[in-house]
Nanobody, 127 residues
Framework: QGQLVESGGGEVPPGGSLKLSCAAS???????????MAWYRQAPGKQRELVAS????????NYVDSVKGRFTASRDNAKNTWYLQMTSLKPEDTGDYFC?????????????????WGQGTQVTVSS
């Protein structure tokens, strides 16, 4: 059974920066593939929205229009970790940020492929 663990949230003033991390791991066996890593956010009273995604196959990265030029998604395959560098933060960026991935793991002869969500990390942009 795998898991995603996020870190890096916090409270910053407008114009500030934060870097979120999402580390993938498995309690048994090993991770053999991570497809389509992504970051979502959910502002208070709003639906969860996709912020950025990284193709595990091509490496292509896509962003929602509202964060283009301010947020940068990246990954470290060796560490099974991906990141979201957020700069020029605005109050409307406030929310809970979740990482997401389709991940395949193997434990002995058992192969599991499923979607995982992190527990969420809070980002607050306020003066």
């Amino acid at each position: 059974q795998g898991q995603l663990v996020e870190s890096g949230g916090g409270e910053v003033p407008p114009g500030g920066s934060l870097k979120l991390s999402c580390a993938a791991s498995t309690a048994f066996g090993m991770i053999t593939n991570i497809e389509h890593m992504a970051w979502y956010r959910q502002a208070p009273g709003k639906q969860r929205e996709l912020v950025a995604s990284i193709s595990g196959i091509s490496g292509a990265i896509n962003y929602v229009d509202s964060v283009k030029g301010r947020f940068t998604a990246s990954r470290d395959n060796a560490k099974n970790t991906w990141y979201l560098q957020m700069t020029s933060l605005k109050p409307e960026d406030t929310g809970d940020y979740f990482c997401n991935a389709w991940m395949t793991s193997r434990s002995g002869s058992v192969v599991t492929r499923r979607e995982y969500w992190g527990q969420g990390t809070q980002v607050t942009v306020s003066s």
